[in-house]
């Protein structure tokens, strides 16, 4: 995963950094499902490797982006990510250390298999249900703004 | 090293080789050979539809050694998907010299690959041998099937984009804005279904309808209510819904278009051949065969055959039990085969669509008609409480 999450930032090629990205994300759903989470890996997988990053590949492959490859690296954007990146480092290791926990291993769940699905259904439509409805009519929202920005004027 | 042993110890040995011979007995000795069969299958109806003869004379070939003729077969003709595959491996495996080498090979891959995997969670019989007769018995069965198909979209689309050629490329563009407009409606005609069960596990849902009766014939249990006579309208529609759009998922006639070879020579596998095309081919038929036994598993009842005993797990390690979960994983295929028939049949019947007809049917009519009909389910569950 970590692998693929390099060549996404390293590959001058868009294609292969939005494979690689793929890559990442479907690695990432097999961590979920090593959680025994499997509605949340498949959710994953089906949501942006299935959908979103198909339509980035479409839009990439239409747009032919050949000056992409030829560009050179601008030197000052290199050092910001790079000091950044080893900021976020370090801070997740100082983070990770004072954590005590860390030595234990998870308590099992107690049950032979978990009805994820359904839990997280009565989760989101009990105790989270204005923010799940708030959330539907932003995405409403910003869908009716799409459709009015990308509208061309009628001669 | 004790970490290492202890991790060989805590691996459940059993659990994986059975879900390994499983796999095996799924893919090489059921579903590629039910691959080859329907290309040939194809190639029989197709005749039979145009009043031709089709292959029927593929036999051993015995006059390679120096016989005067082939030695036929008793049913001739029967040979042809092995002919069909030694043609395919021993052809040149050409790669043109203005792809693009890595993604040019990648692409016949991941246009395999999920099509195959997403066999992993269907329920192919119900006790073999005192094992359950699927691979991955998880709780997000269907939406697992979802996920891994719409990976495939990426094989074709690499192709496409990889060929480096206009046709090739318009096929990709083609066949993934078809596949990601049909996904919705697919998604959702699956839905009302999934109301009704209440469950995401593939098994369950045909322990429902062993239960309750198949969805679609829903009196094979031989009760008679007025719910099921009610329900029965919105399974109808989101059956008919499904089925069309497992059409265009498929990229089986009517929707065709990313490879309609009158305009686009053959679409995104115009620049491949022998092997790599061989596998684009396969990826097709075994993502027809996924889509029928998803059509079976969610509205024909799966394995369950009405007044046919059931065996459970113990008694399937003896004889008659064994006997009977093979029957179970016949009637399974047999459905399945009756639906590849029908694939078959329509291909060679319906004309091509155009694209923008295409996009409209997708858009404006299938997505809206599943969309109200799992409002229709709601109703009609909530007022029948």
């Known amino acids: ?155 | 090293m004790n970490v290492l042993l202890d991790f060989i110890a805590s691996v459940p040995w059993g659990l994986m080789t059975a879900a390994i011979a499983k796999t095996l007995f799924l893919i090489f000795l059921v579903v590629l050979p039910l691959v080859s069969y329907t290309v040939y299958a194809e190639r029989r109806v197709s005749a039979l539809i145009q009043d031709r003869v089709g292959p029927n004379r593929t036999g051993f070939p015995t006059s390679l050694l120096g016989f005067q003729k082939d030695l036929q077969l008793f049913l001739g003709g029967l040979g042809q998907p092995v002919a069909d595959a030694m043609k395919f491996m021993l052809k040149e495996e050409f790669t043109p010299g203005h792809v693009n080498k890595v993604y040019f090979w990648l692409a016949p891959i991941l246009a395999m690959v999920p099509a195959l995997s997403t066999l992993a969670v269907v329920p192919f019989g119900n006790f073999m041998l005192g094992q359950k007769m699927v691979v991955a018995d998880v709780n997000v069965g269907i939406l697992y099937v979802f996920a891994v198909a719409s990976i495939g979209v990426y094989g074709i689309v690499i192709a496409g984009w990889s060929s480096n050629s206009k046709y090739p490329f318009l096929g990709g563009i083609r066949a993934s804005s078809q596949m990601i407009s049909y996904e919705l409606s697919l998604g959702l005609s699956a839905v009302p279904v999934l109301m009704l069960i209440g469950n995401l596990n593939l098994s369950e849902v045909i322990q429902y309808q062993i239960n309750n009766g198949w969805l679609l014939v829903p009196f094979t249990n031989g009760v008679f209510t007025l719910k099921k006579l009610v329900l029965w309208g919105p399974i109808a529609i989101s059956f008919i819904v499904f089925t069309i759009s497992m059409f265009a998922e498929t990229n089986r006639l009517p929707f065709d278009l990313p490879e309609s070879e009158t305009e686009l020579v053959a679409g995104y596998h115009t620049e491949y051949s022998a092997m790599k095309f061989a596998l684009f081919f396969l990826g097709e038929y075994a993502a027809m065969i996924v889509g029928s036994s998803l059509i079976v598993v969610l509205f024909l009842g799966g394995w369950h055959l009405p007044l046919l005993p059931m065996n459970t797990i113990e008694s399937s390690e003896t004889l008659p039990g064994a006997i009977l979960g093979l029957i179970h994983i016949s009637v399974f295929f047999a459905k399945v085969a009756a639906l590849l028939f029908l694939f078959i049949w329509i291909r060679w019947t319906l004309p091509r669509f155009r694209f923008d007809q295409l996009m409209k049917l997708g858009w404006l009519y299938l997505f809206e008609i599943a969309l109200a009909n799992i409002f229709l389910t709601a109703a009609i569950l909530a007022l029948w409480k």
């Open chain 1, 1 to 155: 995963m970590l692998a693929f999450g390099v060549s996404v930032v390293l590959n001058r090629d868009p294609v292969a950094s939005a494979l690689s990205l793929v890559g990442s994300f479907l690695c990432l759903a097999a961590l979920f499902v090593g959680l025994d989470a499997f509605f949340i890996g498949v959710i994953q997988i089906l949501v942006y490797a299935g959908a979103v990053m198909v339509l980035f590949l479409f839009i990439i492959m239409l747009l032919d982006l050949r000056a992409e490859k030829r560009r050179h690296f601008n030197r000052l954007a290199l050092a910001g990510g790079g000091i950044v990146s080893v900021a976020f480092a370090a801070e997740l290791i100082h983070v990770l250390a004072q954590f005590p926990m860390g030595h234990l291993p998870f308590r099992p769940l107690g049950v032979e298999k978990l009805d994820d699905v359904r839990l997280v259904g009565t989760t989101l439509f009990s105790n989270f249900n204005l923010p799940f409805q708030v959330v539907g009519v932003l995405v409403l929202v910003a869908t009716v703004g799409v459709v009015v920005l990308s509208r061309r004027e009628l001669k």
